[in-house]
């Protein structure tokens, strides 16, 4: 089946840093959604990308579909410690109604 | 914020007793979604509803059933619980499978369940 690649598995930055991570995958996707999960809550969607190529932001987060349809990536700018928690690719399944496949996440921690 | 409810949000219980856990939402999406979530596996998908009586199995169905009576409501059936259910169970709704911006999940706040 599907499967979405993370990286990386955690990150432990500063305050104020610039987080990168990505998502790829050995099958093209023709949506990707980036979800973060605070502790004790369930995923937020944060950004939406539909074409390859888009680059689309929110407030200092930046998404990027990738030209070959099989990767994404995230951008944080300037990491603040509300950005702490688990960041989740995911792309759409078989196209039917069984939902999104998510990636196994990115654990973001920021030390003071 | 998305109208979904979970409840309940913990709950602890002895191998080989039923659990149910519910969803309900105030959205009117067709689309439900159960996933549990653990370590070293993300979330994966248990069931899901395509309308009301219409669900299908997710990757990891097995020991899981659900019923869909009204658009509001999905419920999650663990008949026998199994320490290897123990996990955190989200349920997610979506308006459409369309093609575009309806393809998205909103999730609910999760529910923890601990069977001993």
């Known amino acids: 089946g599907q499967q979405l690649n993370q990286s990386p598995q955690s990150m432990f930055i500063q305050e104020g840093e610039d987080v990168s991570m990505n998502c790829t995958s050995s099958?093209?996707?023709?949506?990707w959604l980036w979800y973060k999960q605070d502790p004790g809550e369930g995923p937020v969607l944060l950004i939406a990308?539909?074409?390859?190529?888009e680059l689309t932001s929110n407030g200092r987060l930046t998404a990027q579909f990738g030209i070959t349809r099989k990767d994404s990536f995230l951008n944080i700018s300037a990491s603040i410690p509300s950005d702490v928690g688990i960041y989740f690719c995911?792309?759409?399944?078989?196209?039917?109604?069984?939902?999104?496949?998510f990636g196994k996440g990115t654990h973001l921690i920021i030390q003071p | 914020d998305a109208g979904i409810t979970q409840s309940p949000r913990h709950k602890v219980t002895e191998t080989g007793t039923p659990v149910t856990l519910r969803c309900h939402q105030t959205?009117?999406?067709?689309?439900m979604y159960w996933y549990r979530q653990d370590p070293g596996h993300g979330l994966r998908l248990i069931h899901y509803s395509y309308g009301v009586k219409d669900t299908d199995k997710g990757e990891v169905s097995d020991g899981y059933s659900v019923s869909r009576s009204k658009t509001e409501d999905f419920l999650l059936t663990l008949e026998s619980a199994t320490s290897s259910q123990t996990s955190v169970y989200f349920c997610a709704i979506s308006e459409s499978i369309d093609r575009g911006e309806n393809e998205k999940l909103f999730f609910g706040s999760g529910t923890q369940l601990s069977v001993l």
């Open positions: 995911a792309g759409p399944k078989s196209g039917g109604a069984d939902g999104l496949t």
């Open positions: 990308l539909y074409k390859a190529g």
């Open positions: 959205e009117n999406h067709r689309y």
């Open positions: 099958s093209i996707f023709n949506t």
